[in-house]
């Protein structure tokens, strides 16, 4: 079932009747999932590290428990950087092929109340990704955030338009998290773009006339959606992405961020799920 992935990190192949994905132990990390005869839909940059404990650039990171960058440690939390647990690959009867991950325990849990985090990974016609998180304490909340971090194909980022986001107030990362409200139905990027929508829990869609197909991204336990392209600069200092790559790529990434953060009580359980499916664009 393991498959020798890039730098030898171990890897599982998955197949079904409509799809295939390839997902790496490290970060539980999903590094492509396409449908027979599409174009891919997950985007991976052809200059990504594949070494024990870096994180991967591209496809599906997993960020938890925190986002962007705390104080004295990494960018978007330790579970992409970890070597996860594979506990179940269970093909179903309809098709579908699903695996579930779980968490290693590891040092940098510790300053956490003691929890557990469940991945699973459901293949059929769409790809559906539930984050499972229980804390298991006694007496303390735990404080997190999490984010599928999805880096998706497009033909051309200047051509494709992101629908989902009007009315909703947003953080804009590129001017110093100035807080400012999405006014547009349909997005469009022609400059970096690093925006974290805040209370929302609507569906996104990538409308890519130039492939001829719309990427639905449908959303549960989820509040905030961020939508990242780095553009030129950003792209030439990050030394595991490619120049010119921010042309064919843009993240729209649903989770719980900032002021979403999830408090989540002793003994409770927090799901996080996306499904996303592609469709022909008329
Ligand atoms: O989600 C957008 C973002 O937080 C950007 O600010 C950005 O730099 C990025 O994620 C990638 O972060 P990484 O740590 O993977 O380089």
Redesign the pocket.
């Known amino acids: 079932m393991f498959l020798d992935g890039q730098g030898e990190l171990p890897m599982i192949g998955i197949s079904t009747m409509w799809s295939s994905a390839e997902v790496y132990l490290q970060g539980a990390h999903i590094t492509n999932f396409r449908k027979h005869n599409e174009p891919p839909l997950t985007f991976m940059s052809q200059c990504s590290r594949f070494t024990q404990g870096q994180?991967i650039?591209g496809g599906i990171?997993v960020?938890f428990p925190w986002?962007?960058m705390r104080e004295g440690m990494?960018?978007?939390g330790f579970a992409?950087a970890l070597t996860w647990e594979l506990k179940e690959f269970a093909p179903a009867p309809d098709g579908s092929v699903s695996v579930r991950f779980r968490l290693p325990d590891s040092p940098e849990a510790s300053s956490y109340p003691p929890f557990t985090v469940d991945y699973v990974v459901t293949v059929s016609e769409g790809l559906t990704l539930q984050l499972i998180v229980t804390n298991q304490a006694a007496e303390d909340p735990l404080i997190f955030e999490n984010?599928f971090?999805t880096y998706f194909v497009v033909s051309d980022v200047t051509a494709i338009s992101i629908v989902g986001l009007k009315g909703i107030s947003y953080l804009d990362?590129v001017a110093n998290f100035a807080q400012r409200l999405e006014t547009e139905d349909a997005i469009r990027i022609s400059s970096e773009v690093?925006r974290?929508y805040l209370n929302t829990s609507g569906p996104l869609e990538i409308q890519d006339p130039r492939l001829a197909r719309k990427i639905l991204i449908e959303k549960q336990g989820s509040n905030s959606t961020?939508?990242?392209n780095?553009w030129i600069a950003?792209s030439q200092q990050?030394p595991?992405?490619g120049n010119d790559e921010y042309q064919r790529m843009v993240?729209v990434?649903v989770g719980n961020v900032s002021s979403n953060e999830i408090t989540l009580p002793p003994g409770r359980t927090s799901t996080l799920t996306v499904r996303i499916t592609s469709h022909p664009l008329s």
């Open positions: 994180p650039r990171p960020i986002f962007g990494g960018n978007h992409r984010c971090h990362k690093d974290i961020v939508v990242w780095p950003r990050m595991d992405f993240c990434e």
